[in-house]
């Protein structure tokens, strides 16, 4: 594994981030604040190639490693935790069109995404079902010409925003479980389809909400892979997603530890900077050395999908740890800034508030362990 960036890397990571910069970083909390997150802006970062890079040029990517989709990721993510999601979403769904739809339909849509042109998100969650993501109740029943949907979809970000999204239903009976499951394109201005937002404590920019599926009707031709086996094929495109998403989170961590070094040398009390003091600094110490780690750690989980080697375990690291990292920093950061890190002329509360959402969202610190533990007594059996 090499540790020096070659020097098309350093091009798209410098281009990312001074678009971050300039574009992104000064509309964060105005965003917060709207509930709305800026489809102009998205289409600008399609135009920059920065919504899933990794594609295939044939698809509308710029064929950039997985490695280097998540220093893209970092350098967006630093500057806005939630557009950094239009990024996220369309890495994960785009490589599930390209892999598991119709050649045809793939090619529609995936040079859409992106170009940031159209946003494709996920409805995966049910009520009631959560982390037992494989109980479904929203039903496909088959009908002349494809299926029909009927049922609920909750929790699901950008309910109410993206164009585009991969439903998961039954298409099998009730105790098949995950063996019942199927996976549909399904367009979210189709007859039938109503959405409600939820008033979260964070990410309001990108949303969360219920969809209702009212006898909708999908071709089937948008069906994606092969029927009654989605959780076996698509949801293995989720480890790329869980490595994008750990460093989604430390980006935000690492900001607020830059910002935070700057003030403790320039904050003086006492008479003399704070940055003097050991109780001061040693907490940021370690937060950097932990950050480090954790990044390592994602960029690691990434180097292995470029290899086509094994990741599942390494992925799921990067889901359960940094986001708690991501959070415990964040808040080391806010306490060093005292009562004016509180306050909302810093970025801190946000961050904050947007950063544990992925504690919960996107499988849960438990799921993640479960998920290391089966892989590691697998290998000893």
């Not at 950008?158 to 239903?169: E, G, K, L, R, T």
């Not at 219920?210 to 071709?219: A, L």
């Not at 320039?266 to 932990?290: D, H, Y």
């Not at 290899?307 to 940094?322: D, F, I, Q, Y």
Request: aromatic residues 8%; contains cysteine; negative net charge.
């Amino acid at each position: 594994m090499q540790f020096q960036l070659d020097e098309d890397q350093k091009n798209i990571v410098a281009a990312a981030r001074q678009f971050a910069t300039e574009k992104l970083a000064p509309g964060y909390q105005e965003r917060d604040q709207s509930g709305q997150f800026s489809k102009d802006l998205c289409q600008e970062m399609g135009q920059l190639g920065l919504i899933a890079p990794e594609q295939s040029e044939e698809y509308g990517g710029s064929g950039v490693t997985y490695l280097t989709s998540g220093l893209i990721m970092e350098a967006i993510a630093a500057a806005d935790f939630n557009m950094a999601y239009v990024q996220l979403l369309g890495s994960l769904n785009s490589q599930i069109l390209t892999r598991y739809a119709d050649k045809e339909i793939a090619k529609i849509w995936t040079p859409k995404i992106c170009e940031g042109k159209v946003v494709l998100g996920v409805a995966l969650t049910e009520p009631g079902g959560g982390s037992d993501a494989a109980n479904l109740q929203l039903k496909a029943k088959k009908v002349d010409g494809g299926y029909e949907l009927s049922g609920e979809k909750a929790s699901i970000s950008m309910s109410d925003q993206a164009d585009i999204m991969i439903v998961f239903a039954r298409t099998g009976e009730k105790d098949a479980r995950a063996k019942g499951v199927s996976a549909f394109l399904v367009e979210m201005n189709s007859a039938g389809i109503t959405t409600g937002r939820y008033d979260d404590l964070g990410q309001r920019c990108i949303g969360r909400g219920s969809i209702f599926f009212d006898q909708v009707f999908v071709p089937e031709q948008n069906r994606l892979g092969d029927e009654n086996r989605a959780f076996s094929q698509v949801m293995e495109g989720f480890d790329f997603s869980r490595a994008l998403i750990g460093l989604q989170c430390l980006a935000v961590a690492e900001a607020s530890l830059k910002e935070s070094w700057k003030y403790v040398q320039e904050r003086v009390a006492f008479g003399k900077p704070i940055a003097e003091n050991q109780g001061v600094v040693f907490p940021l110490a370690e937060a950097e050395t932990q950050l480090e780690a954790a990044k390592l750690l994602c960029y690691k989980a990434l180097w292995l999908k470029d290899n086509g080697l094994p990741h599942t375990s390494e992925a799921a690291m990067c889901k359960w740890w940094p986001p708690k990292l991501a959070f415990e920093i964040v808040h080391q950061c806010l306490l060093t800034h005292g009562h004016g890190g509180y306050g909302r002329d810093y970025p801190f509360e946000q961050r904050l508030r947007d950063v544990l959402g992925l504690q919960i969202g996107d499988g849960t610190a438990q799921i993640m362990k479960m998920i290391i533990a089966r892989q590691k007594l697998g290998e000893n059996q």
